[in-house]
């Protein structure tokens, strides 16, 4: 595993990290006769073998169903060995200010506290940051007012679409952004990435295989999906002698892109971390492919999960 140094905060992380959100709730391209969410004992294995191969950053949220709770039970004494970030969230951050979203911060610390079985989280963010939360100031004083009381050693937010990351980065006082990007979804390539490397803030990239839409499970989108569909397919056909899957197109393309700091890999899958761990160190993807797939072109609306007609 290669290791890469997460912006200012000094922390060296694993340039592959493990997403739980799998871990605690279905979430994904179901297939027919499959079932999305893992079992606690497959979970337990897929979470220790993720820090057996050198993953040393796991990631999680309030939000995403039993993941906090089965990390606490599963890695409490393995607590020393990993980076732990995990998400502040809320249906409608714009209906709190003052007293009402200190408190509702404070709550949502407390309970990931108690449901992980730890005294502190490595990474704090809020989830889904807007615009408007980040341009009012408030959320990051509550924030840094976390970290002087020793809830959390850095913090960041967790954005979608360029406008909020933008926000953060002018705002100064956030750590790190997570936000979505991957070879299909280049939207952040002009102004958010070289920003965050002008800064020194670090980058950690979600949606890498966007859903799942860029492995195998591609064929089974529905009918609503056939423009992306269409695309992957011609994606996939580039696999050959300087590329063995869809997965390792999608990590290549990601961990060439200087900003990164890291990149998530979201699986229930023993087998499937093994695979995508395996892509640490490579060398980028050759120009030709580069030059092919960036002439993809794909509808804004296809590229959201949030528009699926699944979770």
């Not at 027919?32 to 893992?38: K, M």
Request: hydrophobic share 40%.
């Amino acid at each position: 595993m290669n290791y890469r140094r997460l912006g200012r905060t000094n922390l060296q992380v694993s340039e592959i990290s493990l997403g739980t959100v799998e871990l605690g709730m279905d979430y994904g391209i179901p297939a027919r006769g499959d079932h999305l969410q893992p079992s606690e004992a497959d979970a337990a294995r897929t979470l220790n073998c993720a820090l057996d191969l050198g993953v040393n950053l796991i990631d999680t949220a309030r939000a995403y169903g039993e993941s906090e709770a089965i990390i606490g039970r599963v890695l409490k004494s393995r607590r020393t060995e990993y980076l732990l970030a995990t998400k502040i969230s809320s249906s409608n951050w714009e209906s709190y200010t003052g007293k009402e979203l200190r408190e509702q911060v404070e709550a949502s610390i407390t309970e990931s506290l108690r449901t992980l079985q730890t005294d502190t989280i490595d990474l704090l963010y809020i989830h889904n940051a807007t615009p408007e939360l980040i341009q009012c100031g408030e959320i990051a004083e509550i924030m840094q007012r976390a970290q002087q009381a020793g809830y959390a050693r850095f913090i960041g937010t967790t954005t979608y679409g360029e406008a909020a990351p933008l926000a953060v980065l002018e705002d100064g006082r956030f750590d790190c952004v997570q936000v979505a990007y991957n070879l299909l979804d280049r939207q952040l390539e002009e102004r958010v990435l070289p920003l965050a490397k002008a800064n020194d803030i670090g980058v950690v990239i979600r949606s890498v295989l966007l859903k799942g839409a860029l492995t195998y499970r591609y064929t089974h989108l529905p009918d609503e999906l056939r423009e992306l569909r269409a695309v992957v397919d011609k994606v996939n056909s580039l696999c050959g002698a300087q590329a063995n899957s869809l997965p390792e197109l999608a990590y290549r393309f990601v961990l060439a892109q200087p900003a990164v700091s890291t990149a998530l890999v979201g699986t229930g899958r023993v087998y499937e971390l093994e695979e995508i761990v395996s892509f640490s160190g490579c060398n980028p993807l050759p120009t030709e492919i580069l030059n092919t797939m960036r002439e993809t072109v794909v509808s804004p609306d296809q590229l959201n999960p949030g528009n699926w007609p699944f979770r």
